[in-house]
């Protein structure tokens, strides 16, 4: 069964539709109930009947009698159906009668006001409260404009940005903090409409109101005073609708109008000075449906990216783009080498490594990282390549370069981890001097918490417990004595309750209040936990002879008393 329950009559045979209703008039369909929800059960002549539902549909339904085994229909279930459709229409009277008495309005809302006012009073009050309050007027104009019919779709558009910037700037047509989060709060509701477009497949109307704002908004970029980077990423923002649009294969004259519109506007200086031109050309790639409009469009790309590199040895989005372009006219060749010729670039050499890991080409893939860190590149680059060429000598099992781009990967991240692998690949007969080199490049370090607990660390996991000794009594720290304490405690009794005693004798007499108390009583505690009970006592006593006056510390020295 599968149907709506309120077309019953349509969906059985006449013979069960009038025994049913000759059942229910009799009363003969009895202790209707929902068993549980959307499942119904009745008795009908002393048959059981089931109904499910599924929202307004019947889903499926049984009866124990013969005629529905026989036929998979008959009155009883049909007289049940027709009970269970009256209780929903009564339930649904009971509802609406609820909600009625529960309507009165108890407050005066905008929502009461809404439901009760004469539209025709409303619109004119609108219209006069739009021609009084400009900021009104727009939001209304941004909210419906995609409503209005009889205007030509972009230029309603263009007139709503314009009104817009010339509300929001200043007499000297500069833009202020407070004008530039208006002109946002207008470009956020046509973004949400541009979304709203895009799921309903509307990519016309989308791209009137992204070309809109690219158009319009990007010669006023220069005159934003504040946010002016939040504002600019609106227009970002409409491109990436706009090439979003293009992955949803639109009809071919909405590519060529894209692709003119781009060809238009793209020269102009000021998208060149907004860094937006390459947008441009990224929707030009997309929409491009011509060898002859690829060949204009790397020729387009070949000027700028050689302006960049005379300007500032830059032009990397350019190039990019260009090897896109000559991929897709299918000259492999020529892109590989525009490749190699700016392999210094850290954008072209990303490419690069990932168009090798798309081609599963683990070789050059390798060579590349190499080629990188010989470069200078930035730090958090060569950290990436770092990781990338542990993670191929992993792969590959290669032990030398495990080791290598471990141990850069540790004293770059001070991580004991990497230590670790480095020390896994590297022959127990090495290991000793892997870890004195290792120690000492640490050594030669400038003194930081970080380097210090990496330090101490290391000491640990290779057990050299006598130099981890030297070493805490050489940074004297309290934080990490409490660290080492239970390992040094059962090797160097003494040496340890000594450093105990020295260290928080002087944190004592170089600080005071209840902080101090606090963290002479928490390492106090923390001693206790080691079985340490007789040592705290003498520490606790030591220091409450030494600084009577200091109630607030005596009073946390007293807890440990014994």
Same mark, same amino acid.
């Given at each position: ?57 019947? +889903? ?38 609820? %909600?009625? *008495? ?18 025709a009073e409303l619109i004119g009050f609108v219209r006069e409260y *739009?021609?009084?309050?400009?900021? @009104? ?16 779709? %972009? ?9 817009? =910037?010339?509300?929001?700037? %200043? ?8 004008? *530039? ?5 207008? /470009? ?23 070309? +809109? =704002?690219?158009? !319009? ?23 990436? $609708? ?28 000021? $998208? ?7 947008? @441009? ?36 989005? $350019? ?6 372009? /000559? ?6 060749? !020529?892109?590989? !080498? ?32 190499? =080629? ?32 290598? $781009? ?60 006598? =130099? ?8 004297? +720290? ?9 390992t040094l405690l059962s090797r160097f009794p003494e040496r340890v ?62 807890? @440990?008393?014994?």
């Amino acid at each position: 069964m599968n149907f709506l329950l309120r077309k019953l009559e349509n969906e059985v045979p006449e013979s069960a539709l009038l025994e049913g209703e000759a059942l229910l008039e009799d009363g003969a369909v009895e202790g209707l109930h929902e068993l549980e929800k959307q499942l119904w059960i009745a008795q009908s002549e002393g048959f059981e009947v089931e109904v499910q539902l599924s929202g307004q549909k019947v +889903s499926a339904g049984t009866c124990e009698c013969g005629t529905f085994k026989k036929s998979g229909i008959c009155g009883h279930l049909t007289g049940t159906l027709l009970q269970v459709r009256q209780r929903q229409q009564q339930q649904k009277e009971k509802r609406e009668q609820k %909600k009625k *008495a529960t309507d009165n309005p108890q407050r005066l809302t905008t929502g009461v006001v809404l439901d009760q006012v004469d539209p025709a009073e409303l619109i004119g009050f609108v219209r006069e409260y *739009a021609r009084t309050n400009r900021n @009104f007027a727009i939001a209304l104009k941004a909210r419906f404009a995609s409503s209005v019919s009889n205007l030509n779709s %972009k230029e309603k558009y263009l007139q709503l940005l314009d009104t817009t =910037i010339n509300a929001v700037r %200043k007499s000297d047509r500069q833009i202020t903090l407070r004008g *530039a989060q208006r002109l946002s709060k207008v /470009l956020d509701e046509l973004h949400q409409q541009m979304e709203q477009h895009l799921d309903a497949g509307n990519l016309v109307e989308l791209a009137d109101i992204a070309l +809109s =704002i690219i158009e !319009k908004i990007s010669p006023v970029l220069s005159k934003v005073q504040q946010r002016r980077e939040q504002v600019r990423s609106r227009v970002v923002g409409a491109f990436d $609708y706009l090439l979003e649009l293009v992955e949803r294969s639109p009809a071919p004259q909405l590519l060529r109008r894209l692709w003119a519109d781009c060809q238009r506007e793209y020269p102009k200086r000021t $998208y060149q000075s907004n860094q937006l031109d390459r947008y @441009f050309f990224k929707l030009m790639l997309k929409t491009a449906q011509e060898s002859s409009q690829l060949e204009a469009l790397l020729g387009t790309l070949e000027e700028r990216a050689s302006q960049e590199e005379e300007k500032n040895g830059a032009g990397a989005d $350019y190039i990019l783009l260009q090897i896109a372009v /000559l991929e897709q006219l299918d000259r492999v060749e !020529k892109a590989r !080498k525009l490749i190699e010729a700016h392999l210094t670039s850290p954008d072209i050499l990303e490419f690069a490594i990932k168009q090798a890991q798309r081609q599963n080409n683990r070789p050059r893939e390798k060579a590349l990282a190499q =080629i990188g860190l010989r470069l200078d590149l930035p730090e958090d680059y060569k950290d990436q390549l770092e990781a990338l060429l542990l993670q191929l000598a992993e792969a590959e099992a290669d032990l030398n370069s495990i080791k290598t $781009y471990a141990l850069l990967q540790f004293f770059r991240k001070l991580d004991l981890q990497f230590y670790k692998k480095a020390r896994e690949a590297t022959p127990k007969t090495e290991r000793p001097a892997l870890f004195e080199n290792t120690l000492a490049q640490l050594r030669q370090r400038p003194y930081s918490a970080e380097l210090r607990n990496t330090l101490a660390g290391l000491l640990l996991a290779e057990e050299q417990w006598a =130099i981890l000794m030297a070493y805490t009594e050489e940074v004297q +720290s309290l934080d990490l004595l409490g660290e080492v304490d239970e390992t040094l405690l059962s090797r160097f009794p003494e040496r340890v309750k000594q450093l105990y005693r020295q260290l928080l004798h002087e944190y004592a007499r170089h600080y005071v209040g209840p902080k101090t108390a606090r963290r002479i009583a928490l390492a106090l505690r923390h001693l206790q936990s080691l079985n340490a009970q007789k040592f705290v006592s003498e520490l606790a006593q030591e220091l409450r002879e030494q600084y009577p006056e200091r109630h607030t510390l005596t009073a946390e020295l007293s807890a @440990f008393e014994e």
